[in-house]
């Protein structure tokens, strides 16, 4: 059979979204692949242009859709380094809380994505059923499921409501035990699922680190790098905590990621733990900022999928005159040829979805 | 500076602290004359200005000198009077970031690719390219990413006026004022 | 040792097609007499030939109504209810209760909360509302072979699964043989389908499941030879025959039926369902109809029933996969004794050899469903490797214990 083109996109199962993922197979074998993305772009960078600096937090929260808060956030950050204004203490705390609640939320959509990717259906159900409990605690917090507009230039939208740390420990404690139980029987210790995920989809530190591969995707490789820890932001610094990195062999493939993004699920939990432990009681969670601001500011935080840099530049109006968004999953699919490259027509969907592409935030 | 000379054998994945004055002073003593501007901005941030002719000799000694491995992110910027072509490279071994800005005329929007150093540099030049029209020399294949391949102009640049709806309109510019 | 409920499925239709074709001749006599020409036609209708045939088709179309309107349905409703009770939902809801008109529709009693058994029948009128596409490009006529091809394939091989010792069409001395190869029919269907689709998830599809036929048929067949060297013969009467007793171990006999999965051919079970899991195309094996890089594989684009028929007919194959693993190597429908009721002089049994059967096939394919929606799906490299490197040694090695223990006795 002579080589042919394969569109998967960008209406395909695999595509989690818009894009079209072009392979070239010989058989059954990878030997070219080309991303064509694109379909989803909406303008953002220009429509931000002539928003207010707050109503913009709208826009950012629909960068990502399964991972708003994380967006907005920094957006504001970026916004407040440029303001030259800080968050009090507790809504640094706060924020803190929701991100790790919006990370987990994602990433179990990941985890809920990736099940049907290998065929798995049953992991879909599980996963969004456990994901349901932290959209929960995330509409307690901030009044809505999705898109959320949470975070506020200068700190966040409210308080956490009464009662939030109890509701928040007894939904971790539940999340947790399903974890040890179910999840890790269905996924890290199904043999089928390591026979699809080992040793595909393979990346050495320095063409990971060179194509500007980041996040969860990066520390597959082995490398320890993580933004809360490495740049810290908000109150990072203080909380104790270990970034999900792998170090034994096989290091780059599909497992690796899948192993980084699954702990992180556990750690992300035990950051809220202690960041409810250790937040202050009371105090106030937002200031309130200047209207008008002139300079430059940027941010760059780890976000779910990993390095989300925000670049602001005001020039003394109240919109901003310039924003950059980069996001982590466009740089990933740039990387998608190297990874896809001698693999198997079926492990096109084992490594896409092992990167966690998201089309909003890739396509801005 | 012995210390940056040659890179950390291991990740550690903490920051340095005081790293941006260490970096700041090995830009300075290796490209005096070229620096426009040279400043460190706040913590584990130095910003310089350049030319954008000193583009690739900066970013080289930048990723093999100084260990700045991860380009991050490049952003172009529409003065109006000029162009400005600007990265964030990123230190993994410090947390450090270097931002570049490098300048570039308006009536002839082209700078180097940096495609050679880094591979990022592929898809955040092409969407430079897409949006701004900055035309990056060198670059393997520089066709529109976000936009149709048909489309005709560069929507970020300040010339492509968008339909400004009455209640994005500022009041000072109701009033009348700038 | 049970009775079956149906002893003779060909003489109780025979006496059934008698007595209509007794009863049209005497319409027929009577309208003999104003025109008589008919009176040869009556006499053509009572000759044993005519007879014969009539008997004929009313037993395969008994067995083809037992098997996809019962069965079918009753599987489909088994596996959607399962799963999703697996997941953690309800699963279909549809049932008599949904029924628009008024002993079942009442204003206080919810509409979709039944047992969902309805849900596949909705499903299937919906399906045949809609339009049958044919790709334009498509080679119109393969493409429409192709459905027929599979369905009549999976057909094929119920007309010789027995359901008990009394309830089949045929009797072949070769039945499961027969069987087997109307399996490996159904899989040159796809790939004609794939193929004559234009596609190419079809095309690709199809290819698969050409190399998937290879690597699965052979070792389910040496699976069957090292089982023939204790069975000697392939007729499925005789295999459950053949292990509807204990086991007897050196003169004492033990509370173990003579199922051939207890002893030396434990091997070959193993072989023998992991083929099968991979013939009728389940979830680990799925790999033709991928849906996640190949959109559905080779039944991309059919629409409308036809799609309809190709997906229901997975489960026939699932079911006649598990009957025939259950007559191999578990027994068959033979079951405990129990009593029998006699009325008069006909002995009716309290549970037929019918119900051992259904429950094996329905035990063996729920177990397949829990697997199927437990694991991912693997590749298709591995699925070869796993195939030629695997399934087949082990099913020589099964042949070589067979043989081994026939000579020592």
């Known amino acids: 059979m002579p080589e042919f083109w394969i569109n998967m996109g960008p209406q395909h199962p695999m595509t989690h979204g818009l894009w079209n993922m072009k392979v070239k197979v010989d058989g059954e074998t990878i030997v070219d692949a080309k991303p064509e993305i694109g379909y989803l772009h909406r303008g953002y960078e220009k429509i931000m242009e002539v928003r207010e600096f707050q109503k913009n937090v709208v826009l950012t929260d629909r960068l990502c859709y399964v991972s708003s808060i994380t967006w907005s956030h920094a957006y504001c950050l970026a916004v407040e380094k440029m303001m030259g204004i800080e968050t009090p203490e507790r809504g640094q705390w706060i924020r803190v809380i929701s991100l790790e609640l919006q990370r987990i939320a994602s990433h179990l959509m990941w985890l809920a994505s990736y099940g049907p990717d290998l065929g798995l259906l049953t992991g879909l159900l599980w996963a969004l059923r456990e994901r349901e409990l932290f959209l929960d605690l995330i509409q307690l917090m901030s009044g809505a499921r999705m898109n959320q507009n949470f975070p506020r230039v200068g700190g966040v939208r409210n308080d956490l409501p009464e009662n939030f740390e109890a509701m928040c420990r007894r939904s971790i404690e539940h999340f947790l035990e399903k974890y040890e139980n179910e999840y890790q029987a269905i996924f890290q210790e199904s043999k089928v699922f390591r026979m699809r995920t080992e040793g595909v989809g393979k990346i050495t530190v320095e063409e990971a680190i060179n194509w500007g591969i980041t996040g969860p995707n990066l520390r597959a490789c082995g490398v320890d790098v993580d933004l809360r820890r490495l740049d810290p932001y908000e109150t990072y610094g203080e909380i104790d905590f270990e970034p999900q990195v792998w170090h034994d062999g096989g290091a780059g493939d599909s497992y690796a990621r899948f192993v980084c993004r699954f702990n992180e699920l556990r750690e992300s939990c035990q950051i809220v733990l202690q960041a409810l432990k250790k937040m202050p009681k009371t105090g106030p969670y937002r200031v309130k900022p200047p209207r008008r601001a002139e300079g430059e500011g940027y941010a760059k935080t780890e976000d779910s999928r990993g390095e989300a840099l925000f670049y602001v530049i005001g020039d003394g109006d109240d919109r901003p005159y310039r924003v950059k968004i980069r996001s982590p999953v466009f740089c990933t699919m740039a990387a998608t040829p190297t990874l896809l490259r001698g693999n198997k027509l079926a492990d096109v969907v084992s490594i896409l979805g092992s990167v966690d592409v998201c089309v909003g935030e890739m396509d801005k | 500076m012995s210390a940056l000379a040659k890179p950390l054998p291991h990740i550690t994945g903490r920051p340095v602290p005081g790293v941006e004055k260490e970096v700041l002073a090995g830009l300075k003593a290796a490209f005096a004359s070229k620096l426009k501007d040279a400043k460190a901005v706040r913590e584990r941030l130095v910003e310089i200005v350049i030319d954008r002719a000193d583009l690739i000799d900066v970013c080289t000694y930048l990723k093999n000198t100084l260990g700045f491995e991860h380009l991050s992110c490049i952003t172009a910027v529409d003065w109006k009077d000029h162009f400005e072509s600007i990265y964030h490279i990123e230190n993994y071994y410090n947390g450090c970031m270097v931002q570049v800005n490098a300048q570039i005329p308006y009536d002839d929007p082209k700078i180097a690719s940096l495609t050679g150093l880094w591979h990022a540099a592929d898809y955040h030049e092409r969407e430079a390219w897409d949006l701004m029209g900055v035309e990056y020399e060198g670059h393997p294949n520089l066709v529109r990413i976000l936009l149709p391949e048909d489309f005709k102009f560069h929507p970020l640049r300040k010339e492509f006026a968008q339909e400004v709806d009455r209640q994005y309109i500022s009041r000072r510019k109701l009033r009348g004022g700038k | ?409």
């Open chain 3, 1 to 409: 040792m049970s009775a079956p409920l149906v002893p003779d499925l060909f003489g109780l239709c025979k006496v059934l097609t008698a007595a209509i074709i007794w009863i049209v001749q005497q319409i027929i006599y009577a309208l003999a007499g104003p025109i008589p020409p008919l009176a040869g036609l009556g006499d053509f209708l009572g000759t044993d030939f005519v007879i014969t045939l009539v008997t004929w088709l009313i037993v395969v179309t008994v067995v083809v109504l037992w098997v996809t309107v019962i069965n079918l349905f009753t599987i489909m409703w088994v596996e959607r209810k399962l799963y999703s009770r697996l997941q953690d939902r309800y699963g279909i809801m549809i049932s008599v209760w949904s029924l628009p008109f008024w002993p079942f529709n009442r204003t206080r009693r919810p509409t979709h909360r039944g047992t969902g058994y309805l849900q596949n029948l909705a499903d299937g009128i919906k399906l045949i509302q809609k339009e049958n596409i044919t790709p334009r490009n498509a080679d119109s006529a393969m493409f429409h072979i192709s459905p027929v091809l599979i369905a009549s394939s999976t057909l094929m091989a119920f007309a010789v699964l027995p359901w008990s010792s009394g309830f089949y069409v045929a009797n072949l001395d070769l039945g499961i043989l027969f069987i087997l190869a109307a399996f490996s029919l159904a899989p040159l269907g796809i790939l004609i389908a794939g193929w004559s689709a234009n596609n190419k998830y079809t095309l690709v599809g199809g290819l698969r499941a050409a190399a998937m036929l290879l690597s699965y048929s052979i070792p389910a067949v040496l699976a069957v030879i090292a089982l023939v060297f204790f069975t000697g013969s392939l007729n499925p009467i005789v295999i459950v025959g053949q292990q509807d007793r204990p086991i007897v171990l050196a003169g004492t006999t033990l509370p173990i039926p003579a199922w051939y999965v207890f002893g030396p051919q434990f091997l070959g079970f193993l072989v023998f369902t992991v083929a099968m899991i991979a013939e009728m195309e389940r979830v680990p094996f799925d790999i033709p109809e991928a849906e996640a890089e190949l959109v559905e594989g080779w039944t991309t684009e059919y629409s409308g029933m036809r799609f309809g028929i190709v997906f229901a007919f997975k489960w026939l194959r699932m079911l006649a996969a598990s009957g025939l693993i259950s007559i191999l190597y578990l027994g068959g429908w033979s079951g405990p004794v129990f009593a029998t009721v006699f009325v008069g002089s006909i002995p009716i049994p309290i549970f037929p050899e019918e119900f051992w059967f259904v429950l094996r096939v329905y035990g063996l394919s729920a177990f397949f469903v829990v697997l199927s929606w437990s694991v991912p799906r693997v590749r298709i490299d591995q699925i070869l490797n796993i195939g030629w490197k695997r399934l087949i040694p082990y099913s020589l090695l099964a042949i070589l214990i067979a043989a081994g223990f026939r000579v020592l006795g």
